[in-house]
């Protein structure tokens, strides 16, 4: 069965200083894999998404950036966080292609930004 | 005008009853549907998934789909005090978007004992 790791689970970090969020998925091959953000009380917000090795869509204009260096392997990155980027950060993965498939969420990391 | 709509709630169902989650989406060529259950401080999980028009039964869940209408609902029979949380409704609709799914803002269910 497929399962997908991310971490740390929780995050405190100061204004200005560098981010590196990690997932990995087991048990499948080319998967799509997705960043969202979660603002306290609020829906997900999709940042990024892969549907392949160095293939990376983003959604929404912001000083964080994504990279797939390996099949499985998804990395969210800062170089200097802001306030604004606190919130619940999920990593997820579907089938990969158009196959209408689900996407599956790992357990999220808690970012708290001081 | 969202994309995908729900009422944010909260839904307040004594135990027991059954729990009606209501869902529009304004995408006319989405395909797919699903649906998510997030407990407070945790990540969504898939608990429902519905590709053609009509009743989708899992449990004490049933899904309910009406392209035509452009809504999905979900249908929690025998609510229990477990099953507080909050719903998203994710719809998937753009062609080679990589599965990319809309969320709705999701609607909180309070089950009472």
């Known amino acids: 069965s497929q399962t997908i790791h991310q971490w740390p689970a929780t995050l405190v970090q100061p204004v200005g200083s560098p981010l590196s969020l990690e997932c990995t998925v087991e048990?499948?091959?080319?998967?799509?894999l997705y960043w969202y953000r979660q603002a306290a009380g609020r829906g997900l917000q999709l940042l990024f998404y892969?549907?392949?090795?160095?293939?990376i869509s983003s959604e929404v204009p912001q000083n964080l950036s994504a990279s797939r260096p390996q099949d499985r392997q998804f990395i969210l990155s800062s170089k200097k966080l802001l306030l604004s980027d606190s919130g619940f950060y999920l990593c997820?993965?579907?089938?990969?292609?158009?196959?209408?498939?689900?996407?599956?969420f790992g357990d999220g990391t808690r970012l708290s930004i001081l | 005008q969202k994309e995908v709509e729900q009422n944010s709630g909260p839904l307040s169902v004594p135990e027991g009853a059954i729990a009606s989650l209501n869902c529009t989406y304004s995408?006319?060529?989405?395909?797919?549907f699903f649906w998510y259950r997030q407990y407070s401080g945790k990540s969504p999980e898939l608990i429902m998934s519905?590709?053609?028009?009509g009743d989708k039964e899992d449990g004490r869940f049933t899904a309910q789909l009406n392209k035509a209408s452009q809504y999905v609902s979900l249908l929690i029979r025998d609510s229990q005090p477990s099953d507080s949380a909050t719903y998203l409704c994710?719809?998937?609709?753009?062609?080679?978007?990589?599965?990319?799914?809309?969320f709705g803002g999701g609607t909180r269910v309070l089950v009472k004992p």
């Open positions: 519905i590709y053609s028009n």
């Open positions: 997820a993965w579907s089938v990969g292609g158009n196959s209408n498939q689900p996407q599956h």
């Open positions: 995408d006319r060529v989405s395909q797919s």
């Open positions: 048990g499948t091959s080319n998967p799509n």
């Open positions: 892969s549907v392949g090795i160095g293939q």
């Open positions: 994710a719809v998937n609709g753009v062609k080679g978007a990589g599965n990319k799914l809309t």
